[in-house]
């Protein structure tokens, strides 16, 4: 059975960082890009950072426009965690955060996690 868990949202005020964790079980880790999507109240999921490998322990890291330079995606593959370090937080990074593994940076397939809040005040 896939289990996927996030953990480490908090309340953190702009400017601040956090560290996202996503664990996943039941899967073979290197088989799957591991997306970080986001949904905030009222607005669409939009994938965040993604990263998959590309065999020889080389791998591939995607963001979205709106957190390069701020957000960094990394693996442990030999734990099954992936991480998200967030730095140089916004109010308007306020989400719900989801780890994803399936496709990169596509929403609806794949095997989710149930989210961990990470709120940013201003």
């Known amino acids: 059975q896939v289990q996927v868990v996030e953990s480490g949202g908090g309340l953190v005020q702009a400017g601040g960082s956090l560290r996202l964790s996503c664990t996943a079980s039941?899967?073979?880790?290197?088989?799957?890009?591991m997306t970080w999507f986001r949904q905030a109240p009222g607005k669409e999921r939009e994938g965040v950072a993604c990263?998959?490998?590309?065999?020889?322990?080389?791998?591939?890291?995607v963001y979205a426009d709106s957190v390069k330079g701020r957000f960094t995606i990394t693996t442990d593959n030999a734990k099954n965690i992936v991480y998200l370090q967030m730095n140089a937080l916004k109010p308007e990074d306020t989400a719900m955060y989801f780890c994803?593994?399936?496709?990169?940076?596509?929403?609806?397939?794949?095997?989710w996690g149930q989210g961990t809040q990470v709120t940013v005040s201003s």
């Open positions: 990263i998959r490998s590309r065999g020889n322990r080389q791998y591939v890291e």
């Open positions: 994803a593994a399936g496709a990169c940076m596509t929403t609806g397939v794949g095997y």
């Open positions: 039941g899967l073979r880790f290197e088989d799957y890009a």
